[in-house]
């Protein structure tokens, strides 16, 4: 069992900046690929970032990409998604997803591909 607890949310203005933190307990962290997805009221769950395990490669949706950046600490099981000049459209609940499984063709941005889900956290960019 993996628990993945997100913080960081709140309400910004336009152009403002938040990083959103994902704390992850109860298994190795190491070895989990990351994702981060966002969900707008009346939308679907949709892709923002992605990165593996070690690193080594991110992956982002074009809405964000040159604005957001995913990160991750190992030594301190933590995933960051770093988000600048942010627009209203930004506005949705954000969930931090691991997988713990080999990786798979297309596995980023895909929700099936992702084992376990926090809870979310709120982000609200007013205009």
């Known amino acids: 069992q993996v628990q993945l607890v997100e913080s960081g949310g709140g309400l910004v203005q336009a152009g403002g900046s938040l990083r959103l933190s994902c704390a992850a307990s109860?298994?190795?962290?190491?070895?989990?690929?990351m994702g981060w997805f966002r969900q707008a009221p009346g939308k679907e769950r949709e892709f923002v970032a992605a990165v593996t395990w070690s690193g080594s490669s991110t992956y982002y949706a074009d809405s964000v990409k040159g604005r957001f950046t995913i990160s991750r600490d190992n030594p301190k099981r933590t995933v960051y998604l770093q988000m600048n000049s942010l627009k209203p459209e930004d506005t949705a609940v954000y969930y931090c997803a691991a997988r713990t499984r080999l990786l798979s063709p297309g596995w980023a941005s895909q929700i099936y591909e992702y084992d376990y889900w926090g809870q979310g956290t709120q982000v609200s960019v007013s205009s």
């Open positions: 109860g298994r190795t962290f190491s070895s989990y690929a």
